[in-house]
């Protein structure tokens, strides 16, 4: 009975935390947990646990370290590679939100080598994806084509279409890294339509934050500035907030107007700091003229070149 229950309260909880309902989804996941508990289902209490590790990294709860540390023992003790690759990949997302960019990169390592061993070819490309991700950021861009190369090659031969449009947005990423702005916009532009036919609103949004991103980097300050605003009015949509504001506070610098982008790069700088994002907060930094601060956490997170814009 409490097995059963655990259950069905666990996959309630997965629904609930993709609906953005995380305070419920973390609700469910601790009752379903206590029933796992009860009923000795040991794979049940390492799934619920999984399903805390990411919820609770989603709501800012630093005890999302304990569950993840919970699930990886179960799941080691089970031999369950799909759980732990699942697993794993959450907690390098979960690291990497936090700054930790050679946990995460580890993390990233370890959940493709499960997935390798449970024969998810998908699940394994898309470790390799969120590895080029910071491959990217960290300006070894060399390194992040391969990872998208190897990542798309997989997705497209097995069909998945999601999967697809995430490398092209990340080959948008690279080509913005590297200063190519006709492809980037051509790359962007590709993955958001990829995006809106599949339904995927929030990488919609993502989309259009990288557009400015490229605006910005390409001396297009006045249409930058346009986007960044446009963006910030969408109702309901809670979706890179400090990126936003840096971009905002960087195009009104771009145009001579300084006295408007201080005070907003300045709540982008504390926003990034009271979430942990402390690539956004070196930026933030950068922006506000404090380079040395802004250069140190850079070399923190294992930065290689100087960053566009």
Known sequence: MQGARAELRLASAVVRHFQGRLTDARRLAVAALADAEAAGDRRAQAQAHLQLEMTMSYLGDPDHRSHGAAALALFEALGDDLGLGNLLL?????AYDEGDWGGALRSYERSGAAYRRAGDVIGEASATNNRAEILTDQGRTDDAGEALTEARQVFTATGYRTGVAYTTSG????????????????????????????????????????????????????????????????????????TLARLEGQALLALGRGE?????????????RAAGIRFEEARCLLALGDLEAGAELLRALGVEQPLVP
């Open 260 to 272: 408007e982008a201080r005070p907003i790069l300045g709540s982008a700088l504390a926003a990034a």
């Open 90 to 94: 959450n907690m390098g997302v979960s």
């Open 171 to 242: 080959r948008a990423r690279l080509a913005l890294r590297a200063g190519r702005f006709d492809e980037a916009h051509a790359l962007i532009d590709e993955a958001r339509a990829e995006f809106t036919r599949l339904g995927s609103d929030d990488m919609v949004v993502d989309s259009d934050v990288r557009l400015v991103e490229i605006l910005l980097a390409e001396g297009r300050a006045a249409d930058a500035l346009a986007g960044a605003r446009a963006l910030g009015e969408i109702a309901g949509i809670a979706f890179l907030p400090v």
